[in-house]
């Protein structure tokens, strides 16, 4: 269902002028989404003919924020007549607000349901659509991308799975009477929808992942170049990310892996990195990128992990890890004397000075 367009209302039906009945008003949108005046007890009794976009709008409301867990009619027809009764009081206010607008109200200000699984051993189409719809939302994938054969393809896969995971019995039990014996449900409905999805994100175009997804994959570029890691394809930086964001990957065991390469590829650093599991190439490095930058008046964002004035002092020999770190002293000493302390205010101040105390001391007035 769009989310940046409200459903279509009902066909509206307005009194005539000279009606002796007392009418309350709402803003309806007409078929071109503009707002008009209608009956707000017509609108009511019209329930039987909202589009389904309307209806679907109706079941997401009830299983997200009132946790229904299998939305009826009867549920749903009385949310409508909630929500007209809202927009009544809009209209009344002055406010121009249709019965969608109202609904976007009612979400905002619902209490936060999040995290809250809910299990179903039989589905109808519609819930199949909500449930969809909810998930794809919650993981920040557009429910648009989903053609009707892939909601049908779902829809076919949760009735199936649900059935698999709980069942309820009836019999007559010996004394008389019938008795219920129910195999609690295994089946996790929220769990079986993310999988779904995720599969379909990732067999998808890129630019379509989840925003969780895309989220994750940045966050994967700034640890690999936080640790100096640049080996990687782009296919495999999403991978990770999509792993990641899917909960298929852990992301503290990414990070301790991504140490553990970092320990071979910086040797000075291994026994640091190895200690502090938290710690990065990045964090170790910011010391000298302090020095140098200050030193040669420059910006430190420069100053990237494969810059080799920066790479020279955290890989002292390479890759063989024999040379000791180095110390404070000596990276300040090698930054005076390097041709890009000659470039820098400071030092064509110093060279003044000291051309001014040479030609004094020859006796020039200066």
Request: aromatic share 8%.
């Amino acid at each position: 269902m769009a989310k940046d367009k409200p459903p279509a209302g009902p066909t509206i039906i307005v009194s005539p002028k000279g009606s002796t009945k007392q009418i309350s008003y709402i803003w309806m949108p007409d078929k071109n989404g503009n707002l008009v005046k209608a009956d707000a007890s017509v609108v009511k009794k019209s329930f039987a003919s909202l589009p389904e976009a309307a209806v679907l709008a109706l079941q997401e409301f009830l299983i997200s924020v009132e946790n229904k867990t299998s939305p009826t009619r009867a549920q749903r027809q009385t949310l409508w007549n909630n929500i007209i009764d809202g927009a009544v009081a809009a209209f009344k206010n002055g406010k121009k607000q249709s019965p969608w607008d109202v609904l976007n109200t009612l979400t905002k200000n619902a209490p936060d349901v999040t995290g809250t699984t809910i299990s179903y051993t039989e589905y109808d189409e519609l819930t199949s659509n909500a449930l969809l719809n909810k998930i794809a939302a919650s993981l920040g994938y557009d429910p648009n991308l989903f053609t009707p054969e892939e909601r049908t393809d779902f829809f076919t896969k949760l009735q199936a799975e649900a059935k698999l995971g709980g069942k309820t019995v009836t019999r007559k039990a010996k004394d008389g009477g019938i008795e219920q014996v129910t195999t609690p449900s295994l089946f996790d409905a929220k769990a079986f929808t993310e999988s779904y999805i995720w599969a379909k994100a990732t067999l998808g175009d890129i630019k379509n992942l989840p925003t969780k997804a895309l989220t994750a994959i940045q966050n994967v570029k700034t640890l690999l170049k936080s640790y100096g890691i640049s080996n990687l394809s782009d296919k495999e930086i999403s991978n990770y990310g999509i792993n990641i964001a899917s909960g298929g990957l852990d992301l503290t065991k990414f990070k301790i892996d991504l140490s553990t390469q970092a320990q071979k590829y910086y040797p000075a650093l291994a026994k640091r990195l190895a200690d502090n599991p938290d710690l990065t190439v990045s964090d170790i490095a910011n010391p000298i990128v302090n020095i140098l930058a200050s030193t040669w008046e420059m910006d430190p964002s420069v100053f990237t992990l494969d810059n080799p004035d920066l790479d020279r002092w955290l890989r002292p020999d390479g890759v063989k890890g024999d040379a000791p770190f180095p110390t404070t002293a000596q990276i300040y000493e090698w930054a005076i004397n390097h041709p890009n302390f000659e470039k820098t205010t400071k030092a064509k101040g110093m060279a003044m000075d000291s051309a001014v105390g040479v030609a004094r001391a020859m006796g020039f007035g200066v």
